[in-house]
């Protein structure tokens, strides 16, 4: 499963960006999520959403401002970023993963991986 991530790009705080992960195949039995990465830092969960969209976590550090969702007709999550602040500047990467949402909270729990998507914010 290959993911490709776009909708990176520098902004200014308060602003709103959508990020979009699409994969090469069916997305309808994988659990998606979005993590990102501060340099010098592991990667940290920000959101993750079941195959079937009936279930979604946000961090609580985005609670409120960000917002996953996804398209299995199109094999693509989305991470919807919005009031965006200099702490949310990272590499964001998309994860893909078969094992019980519910257990797949770390990055371990995921077996497919985006390369990045840097995103910049600016005060």
């Known amino acids: 499963v290959w993911l490709a991530e776009s909708g990176g790009g520098l902004v200014q705080a308060g602003d709103s960006l959508t990020l979009s992960c699409r994969a090469s195949?069916?997305?309808?039995?994988?659990?998606m999520g979005w993590f990102r990465q501060y340099p010098g830092k592991e990667r940290e969960s920000v959101a993750r959403?079941?195959?079937?969209?009936?279930?979604?976590d946000h961090a609580a550090g985005v609670v409120g401002r960000f917002i996953v969702s996804r398209d299995n007709l199109v094999n693509t999550v989305y991470l919807q970023m919005n009031n965006v602040k200099p702490e949310d500047t990272a590499v964001y990467y998309c994860?893909?993963?078969?094992?019980?949402?519910?257990?797949?909270?770390?990055?371990?729990?995921?077996?497919?991986w985006g390369q990045g998507t840097q995103v910049t914010v600016s005060s």
């Open positions: 994860a893909a993963g078969s094992g019980n949402y519910f257990q797949m909270t770390r990055g371990s729990h995921f077996e497919f």
């Open positions: 195949t069916q997305t309808a039995a994988l659990n």
């Open positions: 959403i079941s195959a079937d969209s009936r279930f979604t």
